[in-house]
């Protein structure tokens, strides 16, 4: 994502609704828009968000992992083969 540049990523709301095609058609980073001189709302591309919530997603497989390993909900290199190998004949 790209870094936002206060002097370039903020606009007042009023300036957003005036422009708004133009400011869609340039989005190249996160918009931030204000609204009575206080941040509002944040305008990011398509792909930006996509970006985000893959990252979410990662970070949250990562965070069950780790709860999985502290609740002892872990399984030998044996087992998991013996398991991988169960599911495959199942199909």
């Given amino acids: 994502m790209k870094?936002?540049?206060?002097?370039?990523?903020?606009?007042?709301?009023?300036?957003?609704?005036?422009?708004?095609?133009?400011y869609l058609k340039n989005l190249d980073g996160p918009l931030i828009i204000t609204q009575n001189g206080r941040p509002a709302g944040v305008l990011i591309s398509p792909?930006?968000?996509?970006q985000i919530r893959q990252?979410?997603?990662?970070?949250?497989?990562i965070a069950a992992?780790?709860?999985?390993?502290?609740a002892g909900r872990v399984m030998n290199e044996e087992t998991l083969k013996n398991r991988l190998a169960t599911a495959r004949k199942l199909r």
């Fill in 47 to 50: 792909a930006e968000y996509d």
């Fill in 3 to 22: 870094h936002i540049s206060v002097s370039d990523g903020v606009i007042p709301l009023g300036e957003f609704k005036s422009h708004a095609p133009r």
């Fill in 65 to 70: 992992g780790m709860n999985d390993v502290h």
């Fill in 55 to 61: 990252q979410q997603s990662f970070l949250e497989s």
